[in-house]
Nanobody
């Protein structure tokens, strides 16, 4: 059974850093684009990044470009999100999700329409 499990969230001060991990199992990890999406309190789902199967191409939302870095280790079936220069507006539940392609429609889809998704990890940026 396919599973994605996020970890690494927590409380951090503005300007700080966190590294999220997403461990995948039960499917061929390298066949999928891997996404990070987030949902802030009282707001809708926001796409953060998308990394292709080999990890050679990654796209970022303008709101995180230059501060966040997504990477993957296919040997470990793990996706990462390095978050630097964190801001209070980055506070959200962060989810990893998978899809077989990258497109505008995939970036805007609800979490439950991805092929697989995790349970999320809370990131709180506050002093």
């Amino acid at each position: 059974q396919a599973q994605l499990v996020e970890s690494g969230g927590g409380l951090v001060q503005p300007g700080g850093s966190l590294r999220l991990s997403c461990a995948a199992s039960g499917f061929t990890f390298s066949d999928y684009w891997m996404y990070w999406v987030r949902q802030a309190p009282g707001k809708g789902l926001e796409w953060v990044s998308a990394t292709n199967g080999r990890g050679r191409n990654t796209y970022y939302a303008d709101s995180v470009k230059g501060r966040f870095t997504s990477s993957r280790d296919n040997a470990k079936n793990t996706l990462y999100l390095q978050m630097n220069s964190l801001k209070p507006e980055d506070t959200a539940v962060y989810y990893c999700a998978s899809a077989t392609r990258y497109s505008d429609s995939v970036r805007s889809r609800p979490l439950e329409e991805y092929d697989y998704w995790g349970q999320g990890t809370q990131v709180t940026v506050s002093s």
